[in-house]
């Protein structure tokens, strides 16, 4: 089995989730956005970055790249498919998961660890989590401040920005997201999405590994989606 990661122009945090996916045992590939056949691969990520420099809006130039004919289709296929950061704004720009990222409440980049607390273990990034777990992982965005679209409300929040001890508050909310929302997930779970960045924080030089348990989660679901096994819980 192997991972396809999406490479955008602008795209800068590729080799990271390659790295961070080899180490925890998960073959992965870069492939270009390009690219028109990925029948090859068991699932996707599409990493962080500017893709297409963000101009016209996060997301929705590289939502027409012909490389996202085939992330819908391995989505509708049961696929894992994980947007990270700027991945997660494409997903959204895309309709694969439902809502939009916006300006940071202070229309200020962010760049420091957070606190995210699991909500759901029913996805393909959270499954190997428990509901309540706290995680910190770094934030690293512009752009993350989450709205829920009321025309589609379809999609299931997973993890949540906390403080320390898990208390969901406006205080814990670093870009003003609607309801604390760090990261969702659509309603079979397959396809998801969170702003912070888990391929950042899988050892303890980088001053956390609490991203392990949700990248693990996304291998787990990779290798029963290639045995052919749902791959969402």
Known sequence: MTVAVTVFPGSNCEQDVVFALNDLGVEAELVWHREKDLSGFSGVVLPGGFAHGD???????????????????????????????????????????????????????????????????????????????????????YEGNYTMDPANPSGRVVLTYSDANGTVSEAANPNGSADNVAGIADR????????????????????????????ESFGASVWEFAAGKPAHV
């Open 55 to 141: 101009y016209l809006r996060t997301g929705a130039i590289a939502r027409f790249s012909p490389v996202m004919a085939e992330v819908r289709r391995l989505a509708g296929d049961g696929a894992p498919v994980l947007g990270i950061c700027n991945g997660f704004q494409i997903l959204t720009e895309a309709g694969l998961l439902p809502g939009v990222l916006l300006a940071n409440r202070d229309l200020r980049f962010i760049c420091r660890p957070v606190h995210i607390r699991v909500e759901s273990t029913t996805s393909i990034l959270t499954r190997s989590a428990r509901v309540g777990d706290v995680l910190e992982i770094p934030l690293n965005s």
């Open 188 to 215: 079979a779970g397959n396809v998801a999405g969170l702003m912070p960045h888990p391929e950042r924080a899988i050892e303890t030089l980088l001053g956390s590994t609490d991203g392990r348990v949700l990248l």
